[in-house]
């Protein structure tokens, strides 16, 4: 059983950072073995997808963020990190981390490809 729990949510000003993190407990599994997503959701919106690590650190990212949003992770700590600059307005959501225990994911912008979700954590972005 995966558990992830993010914090690091607020409240930001428009040209701002944050930096979100999303700690994965009670696992028995080598943390380095998932492959980690982040997403976010809007209200009255489907969640969508922000960003993507795997297991050697190759990272993708939303056109929406690319530039502005970093992903890393620390397999020691059992963490990922989803650091958010130059915040927009728009990016206010409900942040989630999510696992997938896969050495390779070529659909990782999908949420139903992945199998453990942390419970969100707010971001509001006044302008």
């Known amino acids: 059983q995966v558990q992830l729990v993010e914090s690091g949510g607020g409240l930001a000003q428009a040209g701002g950072s944050l930096r979100l993190s999303c700690a994965c407990v009670?696992?028995?599994?080598?943390?380095?073995?998932?492959?980690l997503g982040w997403f976010r959701q809007a209200p009255g919106l489907e969640r969508e997808f922000v960003g993507f690590?795997?297991?050697?650190?190759?990272?993708d990212y939303a056109l929406s963020v690319k530039g502005r949003f970093t992903i890393s992770r620390d397999n020691a700590r059992k963490a990922v990190y989803l650091q958010m600059n130059s915040l927009k307005p728009e990016d206010t959501a409900v942040y989630y981390c999510?696992?997938?225990?896969?050495?390779?994911?070529?659909?990782?912008?999908?949420?139903?490809?992945?199998?453990?979700w942390g419970q969100g954590t707010q971001v509001t972005v006044s302008s």
């Open positions: 690590i795997n297991w050697n650190d190759n990272t």
């Open positions: 999510a696992a997938k225990r896969a050495s390779y994911m070529s659909d990782y912008q999908r949420t139903a490809n992945y199998d453990y």
């Open positions: 009670a696992s028995s599994r080598t943390f380095s073995d998932y492959a």
